[in-house]
T-cell receptor, first 118, second 113 residues
Framework: AQKITQTQPGMFVQEKEAVTLDCTYD???????LFWYKQPSSGEMIFLIY??????QNATEGRYSLNFQKARKSANLVISASQLGDSAMYFC???????????????FGKGTLLTVNP | DAGVTQSPTHLIKTRGQQVTLRCSPK?????VSWYQQALGQGPQFIFQ???????QRGNFPDRFSGHQFPNYSSELNVNALLLGDSALYLC????????????FGSGTRLTVV
């Protein structure tokens, strides 16, 4: 069974500084995908970034980058130049395909609450 | 382009009652997945609907059931509510196994008293 571990219940960062949110995973699959989502207090899960297990380069999406270390089974999210609006819960998730088809489910970690201080 | 719409946004029910939550997927999406997110936890997979059939179920009892309509919208039904069913219920839609994953709605916050 797949497992996602986020060991940081809460993180604080000063505005305009960079922050790294940790994520480790466990799977026996050779092909897998890793996602990061942001969940503000409104509840909606907002997609941030995706990394495929066979992607040769670390994923980047604007101020978000994913530090993917396959041998260590880690997929840390790096947010550069933090903004006050980045304060939210952040979830790491892994994709698991269902019944051999093209549809899938996500297994989530417990999340990290990021607070950006002015 | 409307995203995923869920209704109602908040709901308070009494133990033993039944509840129905509704979800309209993003335009063009044909698959709907439901997740339960208890307070302080990550979302947990309940089940997924595709072509009006339940394709896969997570570790949830039969009190949780669902339906998908021809227009791809979906309902989640929970019978005999327990206090432990209090959670944020998230609906997510997708079109196959796309790289950028699901589009989530804002959820329905269910409180069972």
């Amino acid at each position: 069974a797949q497992k996602i571990t986020q060991t940081q219940p809460g993180m604080f960062v000063q505005e305009k500084e960079a922050v790294t949110l940790d994520c480790t995973y466990d799977t026996s699959d050779q092909s897998y995908g890793l996602f990061w989502y942001k969940q503000p207090s409104s509840g909606e899960m907002i997609f941030l970034i995706y990394q495929g297990s066979y992607d040769e380069q670390n994923a980047t999406e604007g101020r978000y980058s994913l530090n993917f270390q396959k041998a260590r089974k880690s997929a840390n999210l790096v947010i550069s130049a933090s903004q006050l609006g980045d304060s939210a819960m952040y979830f790491c998730a892994m994709r698991e395909y269902l019944s051999g088809g093209s549809n899938y489910k996500l297994t989530f970690g417990k999340g990290t609450l990021l607070t950006v201080n002015p | 382009d409307a995203g995923v719409t869920q209704s109602p946004t908040h709901l308070i029910k009494t133990r033993g009652q039944q509840v129905t939550l509704r979800c309209s997927p993003k335009s063009g999406h044909d698959t709907v997945s439901w997740y339960q997110q208890a307070l302080g936890q990550g979302p947990q997979f309940i089940f997924q609907y595709y072509e009006e059939e339940e394709r896969q179920r997570g570790n949830f009892p039969d009190r949780f059931s669902g339906h998908q309509f021809p227009n791809y919208s979906s309902e989640l039904n929970v019978n005999a509510l327990l206090l432990g069913d209090s959670a944020l219920y998230l609906c997510a839609s997708s079109l196959g196994a796309r790289r950028y994953g699901y589009t989530f709605g804002s959820g329905t916050r269910l409180t069972v008293v």
